[in-house]
């Protein structure tokens, strides 16, 4: 008669070992690996997606700000006398999860600028990841310039292809709704891991960002994908200029550019020339001899946290060469010194 029982405590006391081990996990997940309070996403039908308006989120220790116009930036200022900068681009500039709203090259640069200029200096972050000058075409359209003073577009060699595609299948990969268990989402980051050892797919394993992959082939200059592409930055260009915007182009290279990068390179400078753009290649800012460790790039696309201070660099000095200020090149712009990591 007593085995019953003995059989029931056990099932109670594992019941409860399992609560409170999930208990523990869902409290891991969301406080210490902060994985409870996702950037949120949205659908577009003109600029395909886009973050979802103010919102102040946490996702791995790092801070996410994002305005009311799905910005990663602060919200718009009050005040006319405060200096605009536009500045759009992917997921470059947008940093990722990865990186802190502090630590981005935008903010830095705002800082930088408002000590520069001595007046108060916004910075607009209009990204997202995946973005091409379509994305930014729209966005523009949907948003207006924000009485931007000047315009900075930072974009890549595989951007000159880069056209929205309102796949369904997207949209569903994109994080709409706060998840009701922040321990689902570090499982499923785990398995987003592992599968690909698992099952050994090649598809799976397919990552553009990987430098021990090949990258992204780029499109000749008749592809349909590039040919709408170079349409929608031609346009975009030409937006700013009728509204006399003053704007440059930032090409930003990958970490592994090389021969295949110079035709769109040369292409990208003719575009923003044509338009009466500034054209600013970082490559020799950017590049090293030794991809696999060169300290400025955490992947073959992105920006490191040195990376990000370069680039803040770069953003503000191109603001300011757009403001023809006579400010030397080698003297101080109030950036924090890229000093390597």
């Given at each position: 008669?007593?085995?019953?029982?003995?059989?029931?405590?056990?099932?109670?006391?594992l019941?409860?070992?399992l609560?409170?081990?999930?208990i523990?996990?869902?409290?891991?997940?969301h406080?210490?690996?902060e994985?409870?309070d996702?950037v949120?996403?949205?659908?577009?039908?003109?600029i395909?997606?886009?973050?979802?308006p103010?919102?102040?989120?946490?996702?791995?220790?790092t801070?996410?700000?994002?305005?009311?116009?799905?910005?990663?930036?602060?919200?718009?200022?009050?005040?006319?006398?405060?200096?605009?900068?536009l500045?759009?681009?992917?997921?470059?500039?947008n940093?990722?999860r990865?990186?802190?709203?502090?630590?981005?090259a935008?903010t830095?640069?705002?800082?930088a600028?408002?000590?520069?200029?001595?007046?108060?200096v916004?910075?607009?972050?209009?990204s997202?990841?995946?973005?091409?000058?379509g994305?930014?075409l729209?966005?523009?359209?949907?948003f207006g310039?924000?009485?931007?003073d000047a315009?900075?577009?930072?974009?890549?060699?595989?951007?000159?292809?880069?056209?929205?595609?309102?796949d369904?299948a997207?949209?569903?990969?994109?994080?709409?709704?706060?998840?009701?268990?922040?321990?689902g989402?570090?499982?499923?980051?785990?398995?987003?891991r592992v599968a690909?050892q698992?099952?050994?797919?090649?598809r799976?394993?397919?990552?553009?960002?990987?430098?021990?992959?090949?990258g992204?082939?780029?499109?000749?200059?008749?592809?349909?994908a590039?040919?709408?592409?170079?349409?929608?930055?031609?346009a975009?260009?030409?937006?700013?200029?009728d509204?006399?915007i003053?704007?440059?182009?930032?090409?930003?290279?990958?970490?592994?550019?090389?021969?295949?990068?110079?035709?769109?390179r040369?292409?990208?400078?003719?575009?923003?020339?044509?338009a009466?753009?500034?054209f600013i290649?970082?490559?020799?800012?950017?590049?090293?001899?030794?991809p696999?460790?060169?300290?400025?790039y955490?992947?073959?696309m992105?920006?490191s946290?040195?990376?990000q201070?370069?680039?803040?660099?770069?953003?503000?000095?191109?603001?300011?060469?757009l403001?023809?200020?006579?400010?030397?090149?080698?003297?101080?712009?109030?950036?924090?010194?890229?000093?390597?990591p």
């Amino acid at each position: 008669m007593r085995r019953p029982r003995s059989k029931r405590r056990v099932a109670v006391v594992l019941i409860m070992l399992l609560g409170a081990a999930a208990i523990a996990a869902e409290l891991i997940a969301h406080y210490v690996l902060e994985l409870g309070d996702p950037v949120l996403m949205q659908t577009h039908p003109t600029i395909e997606y886009l973050a979802q308006p103010n919102q102040d989120a946490r996702v791995y220790g790092t801070r996410h700000l994002i305005n009311h116009v799905g910005m990663r930036s602060d919200q718009l200022p009050a005040d006319p006398a405060t200096w605009r900068l536009l500045v759009l681009g992917d997921s470059v500039i947008n940093g990722g999860r990865l990186t802190d709203h502090d630590a981005l090259a935008t903010t830095l640069a705002q800082t930088a600028l408002g000590d520069a200029l001595d007046q108060p200096v916004w910075v607009g972050n209009a990204s997202a990841g995946s973005w091409g000058p379509g994305n930014w075409l729209a966005y523009v359209e949907e948003f207006g310039t924000f009485r931007a003073d000047a315009a900075l577009i930072v974009l890549s060699p595989h951007d000159i292809a880069d056209v929205p595609t309102f796949d369904p299948a997207n949209a569903e990969q994109l994080t709409t709704e706060t998840p009701w268990t922040a321990a689902g989402v570090a499982l499923g980051e785990v398995w987003a891991r592992v599968a690909p050892q698992v099952l050994r797919s090649e598809r799976q394993t397919e990552n553009p960002n990987d430098l021990s992959q090949p990258g992204i082939a780029i499109p000749r200059a008749n592809h349909p994908a590039r040919r709408a592409s170079e349409r929608s930055l031609t346009a975009l260009l030409k937006r700013f200029a009728d509204e006399r915007i003053p704007a440059a182009v930032l090409y930003f290279p990958e970490a592994d550019s090389d021969a295949r990068h110079a035709e769109p390179r040369q292409r990208l400078r003719n575009i923003s020339q044509q338009a009466s753009a500034s054209f600013i290649d970082l490559s020799d800012t950017f590049l090293t001899d030794a991809p696999f460790t060169n300290p400025a790039y955490r992947d073959r696309m992105h920006p490191s946290a040195f990376g990000q201070r370069l680039l803040a660099e770069a953003l503000t000095e191109a603001a300011l060469r757009l403001l023809d200020s006579n400010r030397p090149r080698d003297q101080s712009m109030g950036v924090p010194a890229a000093t390597e990591p």
